[in-house]
């Protein structure tokens, strides 16, 4: 008897634990300023993150790309000619991942066959030269998988990166302070996409929501960092 109630204490701790640690926040969901990106290859961006971080989908196919073949592959800079082309091709992959709602890993995976295939169903014009830049383009691809180089990077140097420029010790505590009062909102009431909203919306959303009534200094840090989000969302 003894036996079976030591059992059933222990079980009942045990559900307790576990339902506690789901009531934890998950240290992981919180993007902060100062955390890492991960390329991802299915939407072929760093920014494929949690919707509790303000970098979520700020990415662009091209520039992200770009700055993981250079990060992969050190020794291999791509010729004007070739960066031009996969720069074409990038932007016919993600024509058709959006018409067909397919990954963009699984586009790359296709035969040429299946790759042509897929732009004649969806009526996007390509020439022979797009299908061997596409044959050209998977082999980069496995050098880029295989290679030993990380394929993640600070979100500070991806946003350096992104806008051509340093960011100041001024613009991270903007960042951090957005980042901060945007994970709180979307931790408890939802995502909440800043690209299709204006500044006003958020700050309605911010004092509505969690009770963020910014100082006058804090609303300048606010719309510093919010112009930083935008401007990645629409380069």
């Not at 240290?27 to 072929?44: H, K, P, S």
């Not at 010729?79 to 699984?106: C, F, G, M, P």
């Not at 505590?173 to 006003?200: A, C, K, P, V, W």
Request: aromatic letters at 10%; hydrophobic letters at 40%; a negative charge.
């Amino acid at each position: 008897m003894k036996k079976i109630l030591l059992l059933l204490f222990i079980g009942i701790t045990v559900l307790l634990s576990s339902c506690s640690s789901m009531e934890e926040e998950p240290a992981e969901e919180y993007d902060i300023i100062n955390g890492f990106l991960t390329y991802d290859w299915d939407t072929m961006s760093y920014t494929n993150t949690s919707t509790y971080s303000i970098m979520y989908e700020t990415g662009n196919i091209v520039a992200d790309f770009l700055l993981i073949h250079d990060k992969a592959l050190l020794n291999e800079e791509l010729s004007l000619s070739k960066e031009t082309a996969y720069i074409q091709l990038l932007l016919i992959i993600d024509e058709i991942a959006t018409k067909s709602n397919t990954d963009h890993s699984d586009i790359i995976n296709y035969s040429s066959a299946d790759f042509k295939a897929n732009c004649d169903a969806y009526s996007i014009t390509i020439t022979t030269t797009d299908i061997v830049t596409f044959n050209s383009f998977k082999d980069t691809v496995l050098d880029i998988e295989s290679s030993s180089n990380r394929n993640s990077i600070s979100v500070i140097d991806y946003i350096e990166y992104r806008l051509g420029e340093s960011l100041t010790s001024e613009e991270i505590l903007s960042l951090d302070l957005l980042q901060s009062s945007y994970y709180e909102l979307t931790r408890n009431f939802g995502f909440f996409d800043i690209n299709t909203h204006l500044l006003d919306a958020l700050l309605v959303e911010f004092k509505d929501q969690i009770g963020f009534d910014p100082t006058p200094e804090e609303l300048l840090q606010l719309e510093e960092a919010y112009n930083i989000i935008i401007n990645l969302h629409n380069d």
